[in-house]
């Protein structure tokens, strides 16, 4: 429709000129002079000719930077969902890892337990107290869902601080509208959570830094943007890749480290969907 549209507004404008043109054509060809039937004819053919021209090269254009736009779209929501892959993922193994070595061994070694003690008092304990061994084991492997050790950004923050007392600490600025989307997000929270434990304990172990900054804003719907800043000393080349970098890499959308004035500073962009 677009394409009609322009098409008719382009013959329009173009009318003028075109007769104009056949009839300087028609009288060097025919010696005939005036807007003959002819003349407005061949006039309007012409400017049709030329609107349809400019109209679908004006049409082709459009229908590109569509095209491209629709690419780039897709692009970044491909980005951004596997960055959040990414992070559920990372928390998964982390849950996996936690839950392996601590609630799945202690509650196996109990199962172990009660059943050679079952199996000790007899066959007819030991199949009465089956229902009981078969609940543990199926405990132990029902990972369920991960969840932040803390459900509120003040609680992981707290951590932090309690956890580095006396020798750095950090202090964080967020709005109460991205406040709310992150601890609606318990994977976004989570991740989170680790960045800003990675960013801690590499200020002080590679910056020895006395004290960091944390920002975060939501720009966009979707994407938590995450400032991170330091008092330490600047990056140098054996420590200018680390920072977590491999598993910032993975859960980020974009990220950049490097040195300025007065410490170091990390942003990056994560995937949220808290809202």
């Not at 549209?5 to 382009?10: A, T, W």
């Not at 969840?147 to 309690?162: C, G, M, P, Q, W």
């Not at 600047?234 to 977590?244: D, T, V």
Request: proline share 2%; aromatic share 6%; hydrophobic share 45%.
């Amino acid at each position: 429709m677009n394409l009609i549209i322009r098409c008719v507004v382009i013959t329009a404008v173009y009318a003028a000129p075109a007769l104009f043109f056949a009839e300087v054509v028609l009288k060097h060809t025919t010696n005939q002079t005036g807007f003959t039937l002819e003349t407005i004819f061949y006039g309007l053919v012409l400017g049709a000719v030329l609107g349809w021209l400019m109209a679908s090269s004006a049409g082709m254009r459009t229908a590109r930077l569509e095209m491209l736009d629709e690419i780039k779209q897709i692009n970044q929501e491909l980005t951004w969902q596997n960055a959040r892959i990414q992070s559920e993922l990372w928390l998964d193994q982390k849950s996996l890892a936690l839950t392996l070595h601590n609630d799945v061994q202690a509650t196996l070694l109990a199962a172990a337990l009660k059943l050679k003690a079952a199996l000790d008092r007899g066959e007819k304990t030991a199949n009465n107290s089956l229902p009981e061994i078969r609940e543990l084991i199926s405990r132990s492997i029902n990972f369920g869902e991960y969840h932040s050790r803390n459900t509120t950004l003040d609680a992981v923050i707290e951590r932090i601080n309690n956890n580095w007392a006396g020798l750095i600490t950090m202090d964080v600025a967020v709005s109460p509208e991205t406040l709310r989307a992150i601890e609606n997000d318990f994977v976004g929270l989570g991740v989170l959570e680790d960045v800003l434990s990675e960013f801690q304990n590499n200020s002080l172990k590679h910056g020895a830094a006395t004290k960091t900054t944390a920002q975060l804003t939501m720009p966009d719907t979707g994407i938590l943007h995450v400032v991170l800043a330091n008092n330490g000393t600047p990056l140098s080349k054996e420590n200018s890749s680390g920072l977590g970098s491999a598993f910032i890499n993975s859960v980020a959308l974009e990220y950049s480290l490097e040195t300025v004035q007065g410490g170091v500073q990390l942003i990056l962009q994560l995937p949220l969907e808290g809202k």
